[in-house]
């Protein structure tokens, strides 16, 4: 019987061709290596910002409470946690519709009397996307953070409120800190939900209703203006616990007094989470 051993000229033929794939495995084993010791090239410069000249600055809609922000993007992810990093703008800034796009706003250094801090919601080389006080609510917009005049902080709190469980919770570093039943919109005025922030703390002279009041970055949906404000929903006290548990305000969120001293502990700029 005729075995299947290779002879003469196909034993040459296939070892040829073992001797060419070595060869060809070599060389690509030789470019991974080279591949994997060469120096990556650098990332591309972050995009320049539009130039805004201080006139046009002064006549760009003020991101404030009492501002309205028509061209601003909105919230892509109104109920995602935010980064942490809080933004300080030490002069007023302009705000973009997005890097290297048209300014839309002038973000001031101050906001009720409080300085201005506003969080982070992404950040990209050379800007920082965040949320604004302005309505609509969940309006956001793009800071460059080059030039100066940018103070930078991290806040390892969070705020929820739950408006189905009326329960208000503080965390740090995602652990709680104390939850407390609170109070929140009537039907015809609810409390919003959605992601926003601490905008000022306010202590007035002669308290009526709370020794401390704490305005967040959102407005009422149903109000224009209240009580000569703009309709600025707000974290704040109230004098009979009846309330708490219970929807009793025109969108303002009622909290028991320790609930109250926790908060006023809090820095400016840090996440709120109201969901319904």
């Known amino acids: 019987m005729r075995d299947h051993r290779l002879t003469g000229r196909p034993r040459r033929r296939a070892a040829r061709q073992a001797a060419a794939l070595t060869a060809a495995t070599a060389a690509a084993l030789a470019a991974f290596l080279a591949g994997c010791s060469a120096t990556p090239p650098p990332p591309p410069p972050p995009v320049r910002p539009v130039p805004v000249p201080a006139a ?14 028509t061209d601003a993007p909105q919230d892509p992810s109104p109920y995602a946690q935010e980064t942490g990093t809080v933004l300080h703008p030490q002069t007023t800034r302009p705000v973009y519709a997005r ?3 048209p300014p839309v706003a002038a973000l001031p250094p101050t906001q009720l009397g409080s300085p201005t801090w ?70 015809g005025t609810p409390t919003p939900a959605g992601r926003t922030f601490l905008l000022a703390s306010l202590a007035p002279t002669r308290p009526s209703f709370s020794p401390l009041i704490l305005p967040l970055g959102t407005h009422s949906d149903t109000l224009a203006t209240y009580g000569g404000g703009p309709g600025t929903v707000a974290l704040h006290g109230w004098p009979d616990a009846a309330v708490f548990g219970h929807p009793a305000s025109h969108g303002c969120i009622r909290v028991p007094s320790t609930a109250l001293h926790a908060l006023s502990q809090i820095p400016l700029g840090t996440p709120v989470i109201i969901t319904s």
């Open 56 to 69: 046009q600055l002064a006549r760009l809609p003020a991101a404030t409470t009492f501002g309205t922000v």
């Open 99 to 101: 890097p290297g796009g």
């Open 118 to 187: 506003v969080p982070v919601i992404t950040a990209r080389p050379g800007w920082d996307q965040i949320l604004l006080p302005a309505r609509p609510d969940g309006s956001t917009g793009w800071i460059y953070t080059g030039g100066g005049h940018l103070q930078t902080a991290y806040t390892a709190y969070e705020i929820h409120v739950s408006l189905a469980t009326r329960q208000l919770t503080i965390l740090d570093n995602g652990t709680p800190l104390g939850t407390w039943t609170v109070a929140d919109g009537e039907a």
